[in-house]
């Protein structure tokens, strides 16, 4: 919206060391909002974007042939109730 064009160089995963890429002075990126508050050493600034916000779509997968045990029920219980569902 503010007529930004990265040149992107550099795609990765590992979110550390994007992280310490950044605090190294080797560019910009985008990281999930948890990164943050991973960051021990407050190297980096971080800002959230304006709306609309990205979201990422949650998959779970398991084993049709299995059936759930008490810790995977617990955690899928945990999670539905922690992320709001899709509209």
Do not use: K, N, W
Not at 19 to 25: K, Q, Y
Not at 27 to 44: F, N, Y
Not at 51 to 75: N, Q, Y
């Amino acid at each position: 919206q503010q007529g930004f064009a990265p040149t992107v160089r550099c795609r990765g995963v590992q979110l550390l060391t994007i992280r310490e890429l950044v605090a190294l002075g080797h560019g910009i990126s985008l990281l999930p909002a948890m990164a943050c508050g991973a960051d021990r050493g407050r190297r980096c600034a971080y800002r959230s974007l304006a709306e609309p916000r990205p979201t990422r779509t949650l998959r779970v997968v398991r084993r049709r042939d299995r059936p759930a045990d008490p810790l995977s029920t617990a955690f899928l219980a945990a999670l539905r109730a922690a992320v709001p569902s899709p509209a």
